[in-house]
């Protein structure tokens, strides 16, 4: 089995930086992802880790640490745009993809 | 545009009926994932295919099913509808049997269980 846990809801100001965290356990984990999902669309792909670390990609990092079964999302400058749900999933070679429950982040002026 | 085409993009039904979601695939992925998303819920994880084969089940109702043709575009079959049902139905692929390769959505079919 595994468990998944997220923030349920976080909210942040327009041009500020917002860290969005994520534990787990798992039987079994090859890497992690990181998905946006704006309401009512499809997850777009942000970031896959496999090696502890932070991995920089624009305004989106993604920190890994296996050891700890811990990961973040750090969202930079943020924009009204971010405003949107962010899923974590473990992905543990099993042939499936579980997604935490995300986290709604809001973004204000 | 992630290449993933569900239809129909919406489907109003009765309490107790039968429907059939359809999903083509990116061209040439192999896999095909079905997720159901209800009303401010998560993903929910409800089977894999891989070429043809069921590769993976999660929480999945006995009442639902799914397969993937030949061609390689797969389709959720509900039945019995229940109101509890009415959910967003995400399917994905990806072009290798592991989830270690991203995931591509569809838009998703929004059915409403009336």
């Known amino acids: 089995g595994q468990n998944i846990d997220q923030p349920t809801e976080m909210t942040a100001t327009e041009g500020a930086i917002v860290q969005i965290n994520c534990t787990y356990q798992t039987s079994g984990f090859n890497g992690l992802f990181w998905y946006q999902q704006h309401a009512g669309e499809a997850p777009t792909f942000l970031s896959y880790n496999v090696l502890d670390g932070l991995e920089e990609k624009g305004r989106f990092s993604s920190f890994l640490s296996r050891s700890k079964g811990y990961s973040y999302l750090l969202l930079k400058e943020l924009q009204m745009k971010d405003s949107a749900s962010y899923l974590c999933?473990?992905?543990?070679?099993?042939?499936?993809?579980?997604f935490g429950t995300g986290t709604r982040l809001t973004v204000i002026p | 545009d992630s290449g993933v085409t569900q239809t129909p993009k919406h489907l109003i039904t009765a309490t107790g009926q039968r429907v059939t979601l359809r999903c083509s695939p990116r061209?040439?992925?192999?896999?095909v994932y079905w997720y159901q998303q209800s009303l401010d819920q998560g993903l929910q994880f409800l089977i894999h295919y891989y070429n043809g084969e069921e590769r993976a089940k999660g929480n999945i109702l006995e009442r639902f099913s799914a397969q993937q043709f030949p061609d390689l575009h797969s389709e959720l079959n509900l039945s019995s509808l229940e109101l509890g049902d009415s959910a967003l139905y995400f399917c994905?692929?990806?072009?290798?049997?592991?989830?270690?390769?991203?995931?591509?959505f569809g838009s998703g079919t929004q059915l409403s269980v009336l």
């Open positions: 994905a692929s990806s072009g290798r049997q592991g989830a270690t390769e991203k995931l591509f």
């Open positions: 999933a473990p992905e543990t070679g099993a042939n499936n993809l579980f």
């Open positions: 061209s040439g992925d192999l896999s």
